[in-house]
């Protein structure tokens, strides 16, 4: 199943291999994340913009954060051109991505908490 943010087929194949090991990847995933975004707020050139982008559209794929990981796609791609106008609305776009992916995924440890 698939909603509009995470592919439910990806987390499934992701509990089967990680078992035991998922609440820990989820929450990686989820520092990760927050730093990855502060990374993408702090850049100070297209490069390190860039380098941001693709490892956040990496780690978000790996867990089914499709729309994620496209926008971060979208922002790499972006960054290799120039000017980088228009970039602040795609920064904002993966800033309100990624709230639904985090709360997705902060109710998924909460059902497995009390599973």
């Keep these: 199943m698939t909603d509009l943010h995470i592919d439910h087929k990806v987390l499934s194949d992701l509990r089967a291999v990680m078992e035991d090991g998922y609440l820990q990847l989820v929450q990686t995933f989820l520092d990760d ?3 990855r975004l502060g990374q993408l707020h702090a850049a100070k050139s297209a490069e390190e913009l860039g380098s941001a982008a693709h490892s956040f559209k ?3 794929s790996n867990m089914g954060a499709f729309a ?3 926008l971060c796609q979208q922002l790499e791609e972006r960054a290799r051109q120039r000017p980088l106008y228009g970039i602040e609305d795609l920064i904002n776009r993966i800033d309100h991505e990624f ?3 985090q709360r997705f ?5 909460q059902r497995i908490l009390a599973g």
Aim: overall charge negative.
């Design 33 to 35: 994340s927050e730093r």
């Design 58 to 60: 990496g780690s978000s």
């Design 68 to 70: 994620l990981a496209s």
């Design 99 to 101: 709230i639904e992916v």
């Design 105 to 109: 995924y902060q109710s998924e440890q």
